[in-house]
């Protein structure tokens, strides 16, 4: 026999619920033996079952992740930390250079006004001459020429002469050489000027040298009399 005369296999399929030879009933193929639950299907099976939770088709466990702080709230504060230091430590710094600008000027002033003083100073001799030419007539000519320029040098530094006949009495500003009284004077009063001070604004550099009149005592009472209210002793 040929291959094209090759007759198709026939197959035969014995579909009888009972056995034949045992006497029982058959289970077809596919079907799940009575009084077996069924099998759930594979996608009905949790991937991860937890107790007491039934996962639908649809639902998938997801793995909880830990909470944890938002990181730009922490980036925050530390940036505004940051900048409240860097605030502190420039108003420190402002603060101490203007107390060392005020320090460095108060010291220069101070140095220029000693300067200055001791200058003016040197020059109170040199006055005193010119004073005692101009008292005697001997102030012309040339020398009256250098006198105004010695002058005008105190007059740049800001000093001034001070003491005049008829000023009262002041002790921070005069010196007393001669004392005496007088009628003519109530409160103790300059009479005589014998050397000119100087002072720089409020600071008296040399005091002046004068004559002091104080005010005349109560007259004696004559002899004989006797104050109201009491009796003359018996001679």
Known sequence: MSQGDEQPRVVIRDKRRIDPV???VRTPAGEQPAGVPPRPAPEQTPAHPSPGEQMTENETAVPEAPVQAPADSTADGDLSRQLAERTE???RVTAEYANYRRRV???RTLVVDQAAERFA???FPIVDDIERARDHGDLTGAFKVVA???LGLLDGLGVEA???AGDPFDPSLHEAVLHDTSDEVTVPTATTVLRPGFRRGDRVLRTAMVSVSEPS???PEPAGESAPGETPAAG
């Open 162 to 164: 001070f003491g005049v």
């Open 121 to 123: 100073a040197q020059l």
């Open 22 to 24: 045992s006497g029982e």
């Open 105 to 107: 000027d108060r010291d």
């Open 148 to 150: 105004d320029r010695v």
């Open 89 to 91: 430590d420039l108003q």
């Open 217 to 219: 005592g109560a007259a």
